[in-house]
């Protein structure tokens, strides 16, 4: 069954920068497209990048030039180099495979506010 552990999450002031990671547990890492989404207090969960098993890279628009999704298929993880964020960066973000596991992991919140 596969689990996924998000970390790196913390308090940031804006044009600050954090590195989130997500540790991925079980069979077939590697095959997976990965994607990092995001949750704001009171929205829905938004897509945010996504890094394919042979790297290609989507990012949303609200993100592009300022964040940066890759991968370690040795180690199962995925990561999310966010830089110059913003206070409407604020959210929960989670990673998860494509097609979405059913079950999410708790997340990682990342607060940006001076």
């Known amino acids: 069954q596969v689990q996924l552990v998000e970390s790196g999450g913390g308090l940031v002031q804006p044009g600050g920068s954090l590195r989130l990671s997500c540790e991925f547990s079980g069979s077939g890492f590697s095959i997976y497209p990965m994607a990092w989404y995001r949750q704001a207090p009171g929205k829905q969960r938004d897509l945010v990048a996504v890094?394919?098993?042979?790297?290609?890279?989507n990012y949303a628009d609200s993100v592009k030039g300022r964040f940066t999704i890759s991968r370690d298929n040795a180690k199962n993880t995925v990561y999310l180099q966010m830089n110059s964020l913003k206070p409407e960066d604020t959210a929960v973000y989670y990673c998860?495979?494509?097609?979405?596991?059913?079950?999410w992991g708790q997340g990682t919140l990342v607060t940006v506010s001076s």
């Open positions: 998860n495979r494509l097609p979405n596991n059913p079950l």
């Open positions: 890094i394919t098993s042979d790297g290609i890279i």
